[in-house]
């Protein structure tokens, strides 16, 4: 059962763009909402977190918005930079478990 | 501490064959999670220790895979018998009790010929 749903599978934006990915998830139970960078063959790494009780997270050009009514969540990149260029992966979780993934959006950034 | 360690980075064998892998986890964290991605896809949790107990598995976790945390440190996944479908990235993480953001390794490529 995909807990975690994430679109757009890919995404190309132009340097200096903003590009959003949305996540949306099934179980109010989790209480914890990272996004994960990945570059090919590495690990994913924590790029930024929110958990339910605030609406909106900005850490730097990242900024995660989210909508506990309606189950989703967001992540948008500022001014994208060529080398932002990833996979990202939106995750969710229930304190003291493990996360649940979302497919992957893989991102383009052309200069 | 440079992070989550793996071993193997990749890892070529035949069908049938058994292989063993190993994460070395951020020191102090006592948490340690196993996952398994395949090529486009998310992370598939398959198994965490807390110290050295086995607290979850998942169903993907079939009998021929088991993971050991002898010492409540280092962490070895074996698989026993691959098969071709094993093909793909085991990463592991780490984290600590009552903070959850759990650092990843760079993972091990299995390719099973």
């Known amino acids: 059962q995909q807990q975690v749903k994430q679109s757009p599978q890919s995404l190309i934006v132009q340097k200096g763009g903003i590009s959003i990915i949305n996540c949306a998830y099934e179980?109010?139970?989790?209480?914890?909402f990272p996004w994960y960078q990945q570059f090919p063959g590495k690990g994913p790494a924590l790029l930024i977190a929110?958990?339910?009780?605030?609406s909106e997270k900005k850490e730097g050009r990242f900024t995660i918005s989210f909508n506990k009514s309606a189950k989703q969540f967001s992540l948008h990149i500022m001014d994208s930079q060529p080398g932002d260029s990833a996979t990202y992966f939106c995750?969710?979780?229930?304190?003291?478990?493990?996360?649940?993934f979302g497919e992957g959006t893989q991102l383009t950034v052309n200069p | 501490d440079t992070g989550v360690s793996q071993d193997p980075r990749h890892k070529i064998t035949k069908r049938g064959q058994n292989v063993t892998f190993r994460c070395d986890p951020i020191?102090?964290?006592?948490?340690l999670y196993w996952y398994r991605q395949t090529l486009g896809q998310g992370p598939e949790f398959l198994t965490y220790?807390?110290?050295?107990?086995?607290?979850?598995k998942s169903r993907l976790l079939s009998d021929r895979f088991s993971a050991e945390r002898p010492k409540g440190s280092f962490s070895t996944l074996e698989i026993q018998r691959t098969e071709q479908g094993d093909s793909a990235m085991y990463l592991c993480?780490?984290?600590?009790?009552?903070?959850?953001?759990?650092?990843f390794g760079q993972g091990t490529r299995l390719t099973v010929v």
């Open positions: 993480a780490s984290s600590f009790t009552g903070n959850t953001e759990a650092f």
């Open positions: 995750a969710a979780e229930t304190s003291g478990s493990r996360l649940t």
């Open positions: 020191s102090e964290h006592n948490r």
């Open positions: 220790f807390q110290n050295e107990a086995q607290l979850e």
């Open positions: 929110i958990r339910p009780d605030v």
């Open positions: 179980n109010t139970a989790f209480d914890y």
